[in-house]
């Protein structure tokens, strides 16, 4: 068998060249994946940003509850020439919250929220620019989180917060819930909420929360390093 990379006789150099040129002339007539860029380019935040000023904003708004919410507030966004960054939302007893982290492009806030205030007419609305409030954490503080469940009663949150704020820390996020406990019958109360402490302190943290908190309420905390 040959060894050649042909395995018939390889073609003329005339022929050659003749398929090489109806390749390229193939390949010329297909439209490139790269001729699309930048028409991508022009709905990206970058693009947008060379039409006007950036503004970080911060949005909060509450009303009643109903379907497509997030949609239209997205959609408007966009038609804003706006950029999503951080949200968190929650529906509650018939009622819709929102607050998200945006940026605006070429508009000023004031613009926004009276564009916001005009498609939920039934909301209260309020638009501000961010702030670097982000709370300082001393070296060596980590995330954990704190836990609290047992029997509800009034003032369990002001006592974890009172307790945490008596060691000199701060709750980041918190959660809180109800249920039926199973065959008691009785309503029992979840807290879970974000602390940034020193490993070295939790045990420090949990003994005060025992004494001022889980014995005055009959409850039982827990505080373990948060999951990355």
Request: hydrophobic share 40%.
């Amino acid at each position: 068998p040959s060894r050649l990379p042909f395995p018939h006789p390889a073609p003329s150099p005339p022929v050659m060249s003749s398929l090489l040129a109806s390749a390229a002339s193939r390949a010329a007539s297909r439209p490139s994946i790269f001729s699309s860029l930048p028409r991508l380019a022009a709905w990206t935040p970058r693009a947008a940003a060379s039409t006007g000023a950036k503004t970080a904003a911060i949005v909060s708004m509450q009303g009643p509850d109903g379907e497509g919410k997030t949609l239209k507030f997205s959609e408007l966004l966009a038609k804003m020439s706006g950029n999503v960054e951080h949200t968190k939302l929650a529906r509650l007893g018939g009622e819709f919250s929102m607050i998200m982290t945006c940026s605006i492009f070429g508009k000023s806030l004031a613009e926004f929220e009276a564009a916001a205030k005009e498609a939920f007419p039934d909301f209260n609305i309020r638009v501000r620019e961010q702030t670097d409030e982000r709370r300082k954490t001393l070296p060596g503080q980590v995330r954990h989180i704190v836990r609290v469940d047992g029997p509800d009663s009034p003032g369990i949150v002001s006592g974890v917060v009172s307790a945490l704020k008596e060691k000199g820390l701060f709750v980041s996020e918190m959660k809180t819930s109800t249920s039926m406990a199973p065959f008691a019958g009785y309503p029992e109360f979840h807290l879970k909420a974000l602390v940034f402490m020193k490993p070295d302190a939790v045990q420090d943290v949990w003994d005060h929360l025992h004494v001022t908190v889980d014995e005055k309420f009959g409850l039982d905390s827990v505080i373990e390093r948060a999951k990355k």
